[in-house]
Nanobody, 123 residues
Framework: QVELVESGGGLVQAGGSLRLSCAAS????????MGWFRQAPGKEREFVAA????????YYGDSVKGRFTISRDNAKSTVALQMNSLKPEDTAVYYC????????????????WGQGTQVTVSS
């Protein structure tokens, strides 16, 4: 069973930075699209960022564009999300996911999900 494990969440003040990491248990996932989603209490899951298998293409949600950066290291089977200039509205559980390289902004394109990591941004 393939697993994705997120780490790096925590509490940070507005304007601060956090770096999330997602580790895959199998290198086979290096062939797949990797993405980050987030879900705040009472809200739907929201697309944050995605990166294609080679890292050649990246995609961002409008609310994080210019502040967040997604990257991957296929040699280590990891994906990172660097989050800068954090805002209170970025508070959510952040999920790493793996999926097919189509409709990258839709959660239904992703078949494997991590357990999530909490990010809390205080004002």
């Amino acid at each position: 069973q393939v697993e994705l494990v997120e780490s790096g969440g925590g509490l940070v003040q507005a304007g601060g930075s956090l770096r999330l990491s997602c580790a895959a248990s199998r290198r086979a996932l290096n062939n797949y699209l990797m993405g980050w989603f987030r879900q705040a209490p009472g809200k739907e899951r929201e697309f944050v960022a995605a990166i294609t298998n080679t890292g050649g293409n990246v995609y961002y949600g409008d609310s994080v564009k210019g502040r967040f950066t997604i990257s991957r290291d296929n040699a280590k089977s990891t994906v990172a999300l660097q989050m800068n200039s954090l805002k209170p509205e970025d508070t959510a559980v952040y999920y790493c996911a793996s999926g097919s390289q189509s409709f990258v902004r839709l959660s239904t394109s992703y078949g494997i999900w991590g357990q999530g990591t909490q990010v809390t941004v205080s004002s």
